[in-house]
């Protein structure tokens, strides 16, 4: 087999300085198709999103699809298909979900009466194992494109043949090939690349354009290939491929870009004359002050960091109007791309999603939509103006393959997330708000480009389902806004249907939607704030019954203290630090705390009805109306990781759907019920007695692979899942025992000290779990990573407390720095004390309790060799976890087959009751 061989053409100048392509912009757009006999690629093709090129010369075509699914792949088969004519209008479109058993036989017929010459588009997304083929009426060429996503072939042979056209001023082509496949790729007969698995990866540098590959490309088995940069548009011969050009546009300027509404969209910018963005950014907000003091624990929402007005007057003043200016519309990023030159293909290069920095066309469009009543922007037209522009210009960065691409690195990802995040924070919410108040002419421009990603990604989740519902507004704004007769409302539907039924999601059977390949507390804040909004927007029931199962299943998360501040544990999440009392962006739950009682229980600061609230809100609200505005922030970057954008935290929407009242019949499990075994889908157990509740995680969703990311070092976030205790609490102490997953010091767990910084602790594929219902008894089974060490823990849960028994046995000789049972000790009391029953060297019970007298005693059945590691501290802006670390030492050195017992009472004991 031959290496991998890669022949590199030096550009003969630097790409970064390259400034507007020598392309005769005229002499391009009056191409004429050349005549040659059809020609195409024997079927069927197996690509999940997937452009196809047809080269048609006039008069009346007919383009069908036929999709086949010959095995039940399970139930979310799924397809949207588009049809757009020479001018790349939709002139077809369709969205099927297919029941979940049978075979499939689906076929479209699309058709054009008297179509002008030109390239017409057949644009899939499918999910499902589909395959597909097409036929046309006349018989005419065309070529076929991977659209992100990972291109198959049918049979070894399929693009044995084929022919790639490199478009003017393209630069480079990424590929990377998987499992049998040998790709050769020439010019002029000279061979430019050649791989062959497992050496998969190569890259083209371009040196002459435009130009002609000839493609050797055989793939067989499960064999799939990645590829980035010049567009992989595979071409049956030199004639399709001179035909369709590589599918790209130029700017009368000569600057690229690769859908024809993209030249309309630079055209309607710059008929924006000055007089129509001529908007005031420094307004008033005084003499509405009666106004919003009539409602003022919803208002002063929109002035606080991530309010939906509090940055209106910066973004417009971040706004590049010099219509010369390439950057022209960009909301403050220009200013970043300004510093690294102008390009020939000004936008869609740089690494960023948007032109606009995350979310400030939204800002506009919340000061536009807000009413005036409230807001001395809401309303105005040349506000909207603004928006329309910063809008149009981050619609210039859709690629070919309908995709916001953010870096050169995950051009070749068919990761959806990169396009979601955009989708909501920069697309959708402008769309939604303004677009409905436009001219029919740009409403329908808008709708068109709009939609190009929307149909990309109709229905593809991902790991990290925070980024999965962005897209849930950002399908929805296409039915807000009503422009078109299609189905987006279903599709929002379904959307949140996919994400919230338990037997569409099996995370859900536990009770959250998955974050890093498993539950995350910070993280599912974003999930459920995403949902939120778009229930905000919707009214969707599915989306409200979603909230209400992930609510309560989080809520059994935490416990309050007898003071009513509560505690959650993370020891369980995958992704970020802190317990669900801390979720990010709020976790929707003001915008659902007058539908759901398991939000209500925690927004009662947002009852506009509450006295207190209302005193607070009106100072707030006088204070914003006084502001001076201060610069400053913004320059030295303090606002711009977030705060800036604040409409995709759900700004607007949290200020449309604020609760008129808050439902407040809610409590916390913990307090709603004093005696329950629930059993989370035998992934999370906990257990509520009248005298304690406990919180155990024994899961491991995520695959084996993810090992390769673990540190093996105290302080990164890691599920601790060794199936100790995530939470022990009693009703009147609170809470002892808060598990986290910061640190490896802030989990019960057995901790193992290696030297040189160096830790291991419970393997999380290792662990099992036997559930013994009638015996009150979980049972957990673990291993070390990387050491030969076993373990069981036995939790009894008793009527007075949880008695805890601990077998650890050595497979083989082992020495360490340090092993112990390692329990944390929540310190967050008034008053905290904790006491040693007899000494550390001779100990047989520890106290922690308050200055109250309440605490909690671990009493151990015989005595053991105790001490106590540096106190541990998690901080949230001025709230501060600390953990003090007890340690029951395990002994550093064993033998094979030594065997270390330890057994322990966990029990609510006041002071006045420890024995002497």
């Known amino acids: 087999m031959r290496k991998a061989i890669c022949c590199v053409f030096v550009l003969t100048f630097l790409a970064a300085t390259i400034s507007t392509a020598a392309v005769d912009v005229a002499e391009w757009d009056a191409f004429r198709l050349t005549e040659a006999a059809p020609k195409r690629f024997d079927g069927p093709f197996k690509c999940d999103a997937t452009a196809l090129y047809f080269v048609h010369h006039g008069g009346p075509l007919k383009v069908t699809l036929q999709l086949d699914s010959e095995t039940d792949t399970g139930k979310l088969r799924k397809a949207l298909v588009r049809f757009l004519d020479a001018d790349e209008h939709y002139v077809g479109w369709d969205y099927q979900w297919f029941p979940a058993e049978g075979v499939i036989d689906k076929s479209w017929d699309f058709a054009v009466a008297d179509g002008k010459p030109g390239i017409y588009q057949l644009r899939l997304a499918l999910a499902g194992g589909f395959t597909f083929d097409v036929t046309t009426e006349p018989e005419v060429s065309f070529g076929v494109m991977p659209m992100r996503t990972l291109l198959r072939a049918t049979t070894p042979e399929q693009f044995s043949e084929a022919y790639i056209y490199v478009p003017p001023n393209s630069e480079k082509w990424q590929v990377s090939a998987y499992a049998d496949t040998t790709l050769t790729v020439t010019e002029d007969a000279e061979e430019l690349l050649h791989l062959e698995y497992p050496e998969g990866?190569?890259?083209?540098?371009?040196?002459?354009?435009?130009?002609?590959?000839?493609?050797?490309?055989?793939?067989?088995?499960?064999?799939f290939l990645r590829s980035c940069g010049v567009p992989t548009i595979l071409c049956p011969d030199q004639a399709t491929a001179r035909n369709i050009r590589g599918s790209a546009e130029f700017l009368p300027d000569g600057t690229q870009v690769w859908h024809k509404f993209q030249k309309q969209v630079w055209e309607q910018m710059r008929q924006l004359s000055p007089a129509d963005l001529e908007c005031e950014a420094d307004r008033s907000f005084a003499p509405l002050l009666d106004e919003l003091l009539k409602e003022p624990v919803r208002n002063a929402g929109l002035f606080q960091n991530y309010g939906a007005l509090y940055h209106t007057r910066f973004t417009l003043e971040s706004q590049n109007l010099d219509r010369d200016s390439i950057w022209f519309g960009s909301l403050h990023r220009w200013k970043k791309f300004e510093e690294q030159g102008v390009r020939w293909d000004q936008w869609s290069s740089f690494p960023d999603?948007?032109?606009?920095?995350?979310?400030?066309?939204?800002?506009?469009?919340?000061?536009?939509?807000?009413?005036?009543?409230?807001?001395?922007?809401?309303?105005?037209?040349?506000?909207?103006?603004?928006?329309?522009?910063?809008?149009?210009?981050?619609?210039?960065?859709?690629?070919?393959?309908?995709?916001?691409?953010?870096?050169?690195?995950?051009?070749?990802?068919?990761?959806?997330?990169?396009?979601?995040?955009?989708?909501?924070?920069?697309?959708?919410?402008?769309?939604?708000?303004?677009?409905?108040?436009?001219?029919?002419?740009?409403?329908?421009?808008?709708?068109?480009?709009?939609?190009?990603?929307?149909?990309?990604?109709?229905?593809?989740?991902?790991?990290?389902?925070?980024?999965?519902?962005?897209?849930?507004?950002?399908?929805?704004?296409?039915?807000?806004?009503?422009?078109?007769?299609?189905?987006?409302?279903?599709?929002?539907?379904?959307?949140?249907?996919?994400?919230?039924?338990?037997?569409?999601?099996?995370?859900?059977?536990?009770?959250?939607?998955?974050?890093?390949?498993?539950?995350?507390?910070?993280?599912?804040?974003?999930?459920?704030?995403?949902?939120?909004?778009?229930?905000?927007?919707?009214?969707?029931?599915?989306?409200?019954?979603?909230?209400?199962?992930?609510?309560?299943?989080?809520?059994?998360?935490?416990?309050?203290?007898?003071?009513?501040?509560?505690?959650?544990?993370?020891?369980?999440?995958?992704?970020?630090?802190?317990?669900?009392?801390?979720?990010?962006?709020?976790?929707?739950?003001?915008?659902?705390?007058?539908?759901?009682?398991?939000?209500?229980?925690?927004?009662?600061?947002?009852?506009?009805?509450?006295?207190?609230?209302?005193?607070?809100?009106?100072?707030?609200?006088?204070?914003?109306?006084?502001r001076v505005y201060d610069q400053a922030p913004y320059d030295s970057g303090q606002f711009m990781g977030g705060a800036a954008g604040a409409i995709y935290t759900g700004a607007f929407l949290r200020w449309l759907n604020y609760p008129k009242s808050v439902d407040k019949s809610g409590v916390l499990p913990v307090?709603?019920?004093?005696?329950?075994?629930?059993?989370?889908?035998?992934?999370?157990?906990?257990?509520?007695?009248?005298?304690?509740?406990?919180?155990?995680?024994?899961?491991?969703?995520?695959?084996?692979?993810?090992?390769?990311?673990?540190?093996?070092?105290?302080?990164?976030?890691?599920?601790?899942?060794?199936?100790?205790?995530?939470?022990?609490?009693?009703?009147?102490?609170?809470?002892?025992?808060?598990?986290?997953?910061?640190?490896?010091?802030?989990?019960?767990?057995?901790?193992?000290?290696?030297?040189?910084?160096?830790?291991?602790?419970?393997?999380?594929?290792?662990?099992?779990?036997?559930?013994?219902?009638?015996?009150?008894?979980?049972?957990?089974?673990?291993?070390?990573?990387?050491?030969?060490?076993?373990?069981?823990?036995?939790?009894?849960?008793?009527?007075?407390?949880?008695?805890?028994?601990?077998?650890?046995?050595?497979?083989e000789d082992v020495a360490v720095e340090g092993l112990f049972e390692q329990i944390p000790l929540l310190k967050n009391k008034p008053g905290f004390e904790l006491q040693v029953i007899g000494s550390e060297e001779i100990c047989t019970g520890v106290w922690t309790g308050a200055e109250s007298g309440e605490g909690c005693l671990i009493k151990f059945d015989e005595p053991v060799k105790i001490s106590f590691g540096g106190d541990q501290e998690l901080k949230w802006y001025s709230e501060v976890q600390t953990n003090g670390v007890l340690n029951i030492d395990l002994g550093a050195a064993h033998s094979q087959g030594d065997e270390v017992r330890i057994s322990y009472l966990i029990t609510g004991c006041r002071k006045q009751e420890l024995p002497e």
Request: with cysteine; net charge negative; proline share 5%.
């Open 353 to 626: 999603f948007c032109l606009s920095s995350t979310g400030l066309p939204n800002n506009l469009a919340a000061a536009y939509a807000v009413p005036a009543r409230v807001n001395p922007f809401g309303g105005d037209e040349k506000l909207r103006n603004r928006c329309i522009l910063a809008a149009f210009a981050d619609l210039l960065r859709i690629h070919e393959d309908d995709t916001c691409k953010n870096a050169t690195d995950s051009d070749m990802d068919p990761y959806a997330s990169s396009t979601g995040f955009p989708m909501n924070q920069n697309y959708a919410f402008p769309y939604g708000l303004c677009a409905k108040d436009l001219s029919p002419e740009l409403r329908a421009l808008w709708t068109e480009a709009y939609r190009h990603p929307i149909d990309r990604y109709p229905f593809h989740r991902v790991s990290c389902e925070n980024q999965s519902a962005h897209w849930l507004v950002a399908h929805y704004a296409l039915h807000v806004v009503g422009e078109v007769e299609a189905d987006y409302d279903r599709l929002a539907h379904d959307y949140c249907v996919m994400m919230c039924d338990p037997e569409l999601n099996p995370f859900m059977k536990t009770g959250y939607q998955q974050e890093a390949y498993g539950p995350d507390t910070t993280y599912q804040g974003l999930t459920c704030s995403g949902i939120a909004q778009y229930y905000a927007w919707s009214g969707d029931e599915a989306a409200k019954e979603g909230l209400r199962v992930i609510y309560e299943f989080f809520n059994h998360t935490v416990a309050p203290e007898p003071d009513g501040h509560v505690w959650g544990a993370s020891n369980f999440a995958h992704r970020t630090q802190y317990g669900w009392q801390h979720p990010q962006y709020g976790a929707g739950l003001t915008m659902m705390a007058a539908a759901l009682p398991e939000a209500g229980l925690w927004r009662h600061s947002a009852d506009p009805t509450d006295e207190a609230n209302i005193a607070q809100a009106t100072a707030a609200v006088n204070s914003a109306v006084n």
């Open 671 to 811: 307090v709603r019920e004093d005696n329950f075994t629930k059993n989370f889908n035998d992934e999370f157990f906990a257990i509520r007695r009248p005298a304690y509740y406990a919180l155990i995680y024994t899961g491991h969703t995520a695959g084996e692979w993810v090992k390769s990311r673990i540190s093996f070092t105290a302080n990164q976030y890691w599920p601790r899942t060794g199936g100790g205790l995530s939470l022990f609490w009693t009703p009147d102490y609170g809470s002892t025992i808060v598990s986290m997953n910061y640190t490896a010091y802030m989990n019960h767990q057995v901790l193992a000290e290696l030297g040189d910084g160096k830790l291991s602790w419970p393997d999380y594929w290792s662990v099992a779990h036997e559930w013994d219902e009638a015996a009150g008894a979980l049972t957990v089974t673990s291993k070390m990573f990387d050491l030969p060490i076993s373990m069981v823990r036995k939790h009894n849960f008793l009527a007075e407390g949880i008695k805890e028994q601990l077998t650890v046995t050595f497979d």
């Open 201 to 223: 990866k190569g890259e083209i540098i371009v040196s002459k354009t435009p130009s002609l590959w000839s493609v050797n490309l055989r793939m067989a088995g499960s064999a």
